[in-house]
């Protein structure tokens, strides 16, 4: 008990907040860091990666499970133990939480070829300039069966077999000849005025599927050809050559085809069209849905200590992509691979010691694969104590890459990620002096990699993988979110291996492994220097946000301090989520839930606490996971069902974030304790200012859904 109360102590009088912390490395015993730093290989994590992404890796399809087949084999090779490929039924009518399971989807043969009748006669005199549309077909029909004679010249556009990312996901099987269309986005019904869709291949600008239902299901279209590019960054449309992943919507009506052809190619068709020349295309595609299953490779390196090996600390990727995916997400796969192979063998060879936790590794189809997971295995979801999650590690500098060490929402304040900056802060560090004077005790660079500084930045949260999951309030696991962002081949045929920088690996794997094996090992011995990282961090991060705050209204930057100073003391408390149960958790809880109820009571407006914002609300047990998931919107579904229109909230754009960010962390902060002002000040302080009203027509709304109930 006394070791906590210094603990304690030393977060609240930020005594160790002046130390130089990059005079030795953070956390872990530096024989820790040095055995970590000389065995780690961004090579082998390379070679590894050139593996993964030679699969088209679609959920349940043969390429994922080849991919997770070649995953398994090494962790088996590598040593570890309980190494399994789980599966879970996918069907498109079982649920998994708020997660409809999608069917598993596999292609065998898709082209898309332009079609050349100038060479074509045929038999009768009339028939050799078509008069319609229809005529074409015919004669195209006719020559198929020799009615014609001649040659058919053909151009190939598109190849499943040569570039699998140029058929869309989900795209169904079909046998098609027809003329080419050109309605621009064609996500509105104003793109079709005046042109004539029925039974033609439309071009569009946007995804194939946020067209599907009025191109095909309204209009009568055929098929989609869709050049939609990629996130807007800087770079955004500036690389014409690159086809991006397209998709159409798993559960449309509307079954139809898609290819994804290049901002070139498009070009080409938009000029040609725009003279009213006529582009006939012939596509072929054997593919479609299918029963099947969710598999999750998963293994293991089990704890040591007889009480807490039951508690595990998981490294999380998601193996699921078009091929190749090698940023995304193949080197996120890789990595924790190579921290797998890493901490078995120093732990086998008796340089680190055996982990009183259990560390498990999992390799899903991301985000749906997670919440199937951890709705079908409760005993994981159970047993997790936190989260090393990597998505994106390893772009090198064509990528234009930024990695980020991301902080976890405010609904679920956590000390782990103080954890992943130490050890982040030390590889900048080391780095940076490496790359600046050639000497560094800890360079941390792969023979065959870069030598530039790292310069991760620690970001605040940000939602798109499979952190969101655990990180939900149903589960509230905390988790580190490892990520580069941007990558402007992120999602297209360019995010290939020979974009990926092998030290860039080594130090996503030494931070995910420094991070995840302190954690495996923390107890309360390791919390003073902890202690002072965060109260440090947590100083620098509210003088930067208090200067942002001074344009909003004294009121609203009264709220936002109150709301952080709450979610700072939740990090305290959190420590105590990781202390062995032989110390008294009560009076670390009791300290912080006393200190939050004194700076409510303190600096509150009473008045603000009145009217429809003192509405108190709590989240159902079920079902459990984020509302955004893959493939599916349980809202909006069930929302439909229910007559409910769609609240502003979603389509909202904050300062710092938008609808969706909103949505997520108001269902997080329905805990049956705090009002909807309260909820309303929260998410204000984390993505900015929103109106009080938007939060309580959201609750409301989930409501009358059965997601949340008023406390009365």
């Not at 609904?411 to 560090?429: G, I, K, Q, R, Y």
């Not at 955004?628 to 909202?652: E, M, N, W």
Request: proline share 4%.
């Amino acid at each position: 008990m006394k070791r906590l109360l210094v603990l304690a102590m030393l977060v609240g009088s930020g005594f160790v907040e002046g130390l130089a912390w990059a005079q030795k490395p953070p956390l872990l015993p530096e024989k820790d860091v040095a055995a970590l730093a000389n065995e780690l290989s961004g090579e082998t994590a390379k070679r590894n990666l050139e593996g993964i992404a030679r699969f088209h890796r679609q959920r349940g399809s043969q390429g994922f499970h080849a991919a997770a087949e070649l995953v398994a084999e090494r962790a088996r090779a590598y040593g570890l133990s309980d190494v399994a490929i789980l599966q879970f039924p996918a069907d498109g009518k079982i649920f998994y939480g708020t997660q409809r399971s999608r069917p598993a989807w596999d292609a065998e043969f898709a082209e898309l070829k332009e079609l050349d009748f100038s060479n074509v006669t045929c038999h009768k005199a009339a028939e050799t300039k078509p008069k319609s549309d229809d005529e074409l077909s015919k004669k195209y029909a006719a020559w198929l069966t020799e009615d014609c004679a001649g040659i058919v010249g053909e151009k190939l556009l598109a190849s499943y077999e040569g570039e699998p990312v140029a058929l869309a996901e989900d795209s169904e099987s079909a046998d098609v000849t027809a003329d080419l269309v050109d309605v621009g986005e064609g996500t509105k019904e104003s793109d079709y005025a005046g042109k004539e869709v029925k039974g033609k291949i439309v071009l569009v600008s946007a995804q194939a599927g946020a067209v599907q239902d009025l191109a095909v299901g309204k209009f009568g279209a055929v098929g989609i050809v869709s050049y939609a590019q990629n996130q807007k960054t800087a770079w955004w449309g500036e690389d014409e050559n690159l086809i991006r992943w397209g998709h159409l919507e798993t559960f449309s009506a509307n079954k139809t085809f898609a290819f994804m052809v290049s901002l070139k190619t498009a070009r080409g068709f938009k000029e040609r069209l725009a003279k009213g020349e006529k582009i006939t295309l012939h596509a072929v595609v054997k593919a479609g849905q299918h029963a099947g299953n969710y598999e999750v490779v998963t293994a293991t390196i089990p704890g040591a200590d007889p009480k807490l090996k039951e508690e595990e600390i998981a490294f999380s990727c998601h193996l699921d992509h078009q091929r190749p995916g090698a940023n995304d997400n193949a080197s996120g796969c890789v990595t924790i691979l190579e921290v797998a192979r890493t901490l078995q063998k120093l732990i086998n060879q008796g340089d680190l010691a055996r982990p009183a936790r259990t560390i498990r590794f999992i390799w899903p189809p991301e985000i749906e694969g997670t919440v199937t997971l951890l709705n079908a295995k409760p005993e994981f979801a159970k047993r997790i104590k936190a989260v090393v999650h990597m998505d994106m590690v390893g772009g090198g500098p064509e990528t234009k890459a930024v990695f980020h060490v991301t902080r976890g929402p405010m609904s679920l304040p956590s000390f782990v990620h103080d954890v992943a900056w130490a050890f982040a802060e030390f590889v900048n560090e080391e780095s940076y002096k490496f790359a600046a004077t050639g000497d560094a005790k800890y360079p941390f660079v792969a023979p065959e990699g870069g030598k530039e500084p790292l310069r991760a930045e620690y970001s605040a949260y940000t939602m798109g993988s499979d952190h969101d999951v655990y990180q939900d309030s149903s589960f509230g696991i905390p988790a580190i979110y490892l990520n580069d962002w941007p990558d402007r081949y992120i999602h297209t045929n360019f995010d290939t291996a020979a974009n990926i920088d092998p030290t860039k690996l080594k130090r996503a794997a030494f931070i995910g492994a420094a991070s995840g094996y302190f954690l495996a090992t923390f107890g309360i011995e390791e919390g003073s220097e902890l202690a002072g990282r965060i109260e440090s961090q947590n100083a620098i991060d509210k003088k930067k946000e208090e200067l942002r705050d001074r344009s909003f209204s004294l009121m609203d930057q009264n709220a936002f301090r109150v709301a952080r100073t709450a979610y700072c003391l939740g990090v305290l408390q959190s420590l105590s989520r990781f202390l062995p149960e032989s110390v008294s958790k009560d009076e670390i809880e009791r300290a912080a839930e006393v200190s939050i109820f004194r700076i409510y009571k303190d600096h509150a407006d009473k008045d603000r606490f009145a009217g429809f914002g003192v509405a108190v609300f709590r989240r159902g047990a079920n079902p459990k996971g984020p509302l955004a998931v893959f493939g599916y919107d349980y809202f909006a579904d069930h929302a439909k069902a229910a007559g409910v229109a769609t609240p502003k909230l979603l389509s909202y754009e904050g300062l710092w974030g938008g609808g969706e960010e909103y949505a997520y962390e108001v269902l997080n902060f329905a805990d049956g304790k705090r009002n909807a002002q309260e909820i309303r000040d929260a998410v204000s302080a984390e993505y900015g200012p929103v109106p009080l009203e938007l939060v309580v027509e959201y609750l409301k709304a989930l409501e009358k859904i059965g997601l949340v109930s008023e406390v009365k």
